[in-house]
């Protein structure tokens, strides 16, 4: 399991709601929170590594060590919302793209565990910020679709470089050949 990097067409995918919590699910949550730590992210969702899911792990402290800080989701939903906040965002599939992103200040979520219960929460900021986020990832929304004009406009030279390096993994043969980019 690895994180696949914009334009892959992993992240243009429309995820699939999980019909039963199995091992699958459960060993595909545990690689994915490894792999979040590793990367130092707050936040992955299944299609960041290429799996049809409606699957997300986060963690809003990005510390391994503050598991009440740690969340498997899935099915996610956002049930309300409130207010605005513009912040700074990045993207594990953007490495080194931060930009300013506007989203809801308030969140209420619900999404089941991995025991199969369903909880709901509410937060602020942050963690708002991230649940929006991963869950924009299940339906194929990344932040570029969500950035301002401005922000877009200054993202457009790191995007030419992550299609270029798409291009590159694919003549190397870390890509198949036929995969075709989605912008
Ligand atoms: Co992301």
Redesign the pocket.
């Known amino acids: 399991m690895k994180i696949v990097k914009y334009p892959h067409p992993a992240l243009r995918t429309l995820a699939k709601p999980v019909l039963a919590i199995d091992k699958d699910i459960q060993l595909a949550a545990g690689r994915m929170l490894e792999l979040m730590y590793a990367s130092e992210g707050l936040?992955l969702?299944a299609p960041?590594v290429a799996l049809e899911h409606r699957l997300l792990v986060m963690n809003f402290e990005g510390d391994p060590e503050k598991k009440e800080a740690e969340f498997v989701a899935i099915n996610p939903v956002i049930v309300d919302s409130k207010g605005a906040l513009n912040d700074r965002e990045g993207?594990?599939?953007?490495p080194g793209l931060y930009q300013s992103v506007r989203r809801f200040k308030t969140v209420t979520v619900q999404a089941y565990n991995l025991k199969g219960e369903l909880y709901e929460m509410m937060c602020h900021d942050l963690p708002a910020r991230v649940w929006q986020?991963?869950i924009d990832?299940l339906d194929g929304v990344?932040?570029i679709d969500k950035m301002g004009s401005l922000g877009r406009s200054r993202s457009e030279k790191d995007l030419e470089q992550f299609i270029a390096d798409f291009e590159k993994a694919k003549k190397k043969g870390d890509l198949p050949p036929g995969l075709e980019p989605k912008l």
């Open positions: 936040g969702a960041q993207c594990l599939s953007f986020h991963e990832h990344l932040f």
